[in-house]
């Protein structure tokens, strides 16, 4: 990845970041193609989104243990989405392979798995995480909380809810600080916490659909090993915003950008940044 270039003046040690963002990771867990798709508001009372066949299965088609109310993980289900960015667009497919226990995601070949439960969904897909700039490599180990939670949190849609997940990070991650462009994960923790905001319409390639609006910031603390075996300590901050359809999964994601800080100095990560879904495929 090119590096970005470096700010003057350094930032803050990791842990001071985190009492300037009043954030600590053991106070984030405390707190509480081509036919268009149309999504309609069902009148119900719990308010749920409805999207339009074909789409979506059969009413007597039998449910996946992996489909959860705003991401249907169906067995052979696809997702294919573009990444817009300033050096221009690319194209990534997600597919899901739902087992036993869970579900099983990948993108370009990388794989990360979903543990269904609950109605819930806990892990990490291989998707950007946070960032396009960290690079899909950031893997998440031992989940503990939601990405996705129950739908008695999120009922009705609209309404305030705030829920977290934190786990242990591993994999690669890309930085833009001289020599850290890609570095091995060798320790540390990523924290989301997650808050849904009211309804929207947007639009994308797929189509226009009406969907539930989620805030996400994530922290990163972590250890990376450098060039030549040295440990550097990286704290990382970002935020972004990602819009679910009930029945159809992930449409829009907006990456409003973030710092990476370390003891040496500190770099921005852009905002700006859109991941659209461009077709979907569920059985």
């Known amino acids: 990845m090119r590096g970005i270039p470096r700010q003057q003046a350094a930032l803050p040690s990791a842990a001071a970041l985190i009492a300037v963002c009043g954030l600590t990771l053991t106070a984030c867990l405390s707190q509480p193609a081509p036919t268009p798709n149309v999504i309609y508001i069902t009148a119900t009372p719990a308010m749920t989104l409805s999207p339009t066949p074909p789409q979506v299965a059969a009413p007597d088609t039998?449910?996946?243990?992996?489909?959860?109310?705003l991401w249907p993980l169906r067995d052979g289900a696809s997702w294919t989405y573009e990444m817009v960015a300033p050096e221009g667009i690319t194209e990534l497919t997600l597919t899901s392979a739902v087992g036993e226990f869970g579900v099983t995601l990948a993108v370009d070949g990388q794989e990360r798995s979903l543990i269904c439960g609950e109605d819930a969904l806990s892990g990490l897909p291989p998707l950007p995480v946070g960032h396009p700039g960290l690079g899909r490599e950031i893997v998440g180990q031992n989940p503990a909380g939601s990405y996705l939670p129950t739908p008695a949190l999120l009922l009705p849609f609209g309404q305030p809810a705030t829920w977290d997940q934190e786990s242990d990070a591993a994999g690669t991650i890309n930085l833009p600080f001289p020599g850290g462009e890609s570095a091995p994960i060798v320790g540390g923790k990523i924290v989301l916490i997650q808050q849904t905001q009211e309804l929207a319409t947007v639009s994308v390639p797929a189509g226009?659909?009406?969907?539930?609006?989620?805030?996400?910031?994530?922290?990163?603390d972590l250890q990376v090993q450098l060039p030549g075996g040295t440990a550097e300590s990286v704290l990382i901050s970002v935020a972004a915003r990602h819009y679910y359809a009930e029945g159809v999964g992930l449409v829009r994601a907006n990456y409003d950008g973030g710092t990476v800080s370390t003891q040496g100095g500190a770099w921005p990560l852009e905002a700006g940044l859109e991941l659209r879904l461009v077709r979907i495929d569920i059985p």
Do not use: G, K, M, T
């Open 62 to 69: 039998e449910r996946s243990p992996c489909e959860h109310l």
């Open 208 to 220: 226009e659909f009406l969907s539930l609006p989620v805030r996400q910031d994530v922290l990163f």
